[in-house]
């Protein structure tokens, strides 16, 4: 197995071990668990989900550790399964994966 497949299923991992432990702690993913709850909450007016998800993208798209952003595809891929926020979610998941390559080696 490539290197990059390693630390890509070690990313995965460790995200999914401290999925639960994040809930507490969220000051290092700059304001997306709040443009998430909004993008996925049904109640709420399409403009401002799109905001919300136009706002949640660029978060996910800056520069840093992936370990910000393999919860949000794990919770992307989770409603898709789900039947829920489906085009939401697949726009969630196109936006990480060109960027998880490019920073699998940030520090």
């Known amino acids: 197995m490539a290197r990059i497949e390693k630390d890509s299923i070690r990313d995965i991992k460790k995200s999914m071990r401290?999925?639960?432990?994040e809930q507490g702690d969220e000051?290092?993913?700059?304001?997306?668990?709040?443009?998430?709850?909004?993008?996925?909450?049904?109640?709420?007016?399409?403009?401002?989900?799109?905001?919300?998800?136009?706002?949640?993208?660029?978060?996910?798209?800056?520069?840093?550790?992936?370990?910000?952003?393999?919860?949000?595809?794990?919770?992307?891929l989770k409603?898709?399964?789900g039947g829920r926020a489906i085009v939401q979610s697949s726009a969630v998941i196109t936006t990480i994966i060109p960027r998880y390559n490019e920073d699998a080696y940030y520090y």
Do not use: H
């Open 18 to 21: 401290k999925q639960d432990e």
């Open 27 to 76: 000051s290092n993913l700059y304001g997306c668990p709040i443009f998430w709850a909004i993008v996925c909450e049904e109640t709420m007016s399409m403009e401002i989900q799109d905001l919300a998800l136009n706002a949640l993208k660029e978060c996910l798209q800056t520069r840093g550790p992936n370990v910000i952003r393999v919860p949000f595809m794990l919770k992307a």
């Open 79 to 81: 409603n898709i399964l």
